[in-house]
């Protein structure tokens, strides 16, 4: 056959949709762009610069959060409760599907979700709690 080249026979042309969504993602994907290559210090360079990055994406977020529940009425707490952990929760939901509909039995589906859960419990509770902790008893007490 003349068809098996080795190029993309993909010939669809970008609808409006396609464009809105590039042009929200724009400013996201210029911030992470910068982001250095994990060539770079053997990845350690590009490691703290996705830490720093993901701090301020939390913190960006938190302040958004905050203030949509500040226009609508809602307290900081509800926020928090509801739209936030929404937010955590949906990509992996999403993850967690996509896992499922490529394998047979699910296995890797019912890895996510529990492996993903089990992080936000123990790291979101105990994390914030041992820091407490060890600031009440050193720095407080």
């Known amino acids: 056959g003349g068809d098996d080249d080795g190029e993309d026979n993909d010939d669809s042309v970008p609808g409006c949709s396609d ?5 929200i993602a724009l400013p996201w994907k210029l911030l ?8 770079i210090c053997n990845g350690w360079c590009c490691f703290f610069v996705a830490i720093i990055m993901i701090g301020v994406v939390t913190a960006l977020i938190g302040d958004l959060a905050s203030l949509l529940g500040c226009v609508i009425g809602m307290e900081d707490s509800f926020t928090a409760i509801t739209l936030v952990a929404l937010g955590t929760s949906l990509p992996d939901t999403f993850a967690s599907k996509a896992a499922a509909l490529g394998d047979d039995n699910a296995d890797a589906s019912i890895g996510n979700a ?3 859960n089990s992080v936000n419990v123990f790291l979101g509770l105990g994390l914030p709690w ?3 902790a060890v600031y009440w008893n050193y720095f407080a007490g």
């Open 130 to 132: 041992t820091l407490a």
């Open 114 to 116: 529990t492996g993903s």
């Open 32 to 39: 992470f762009a910068f982001i250095p290559p994990t060539n």
């Open 19 to 23: 464009y809105i969504l590039h042009v």
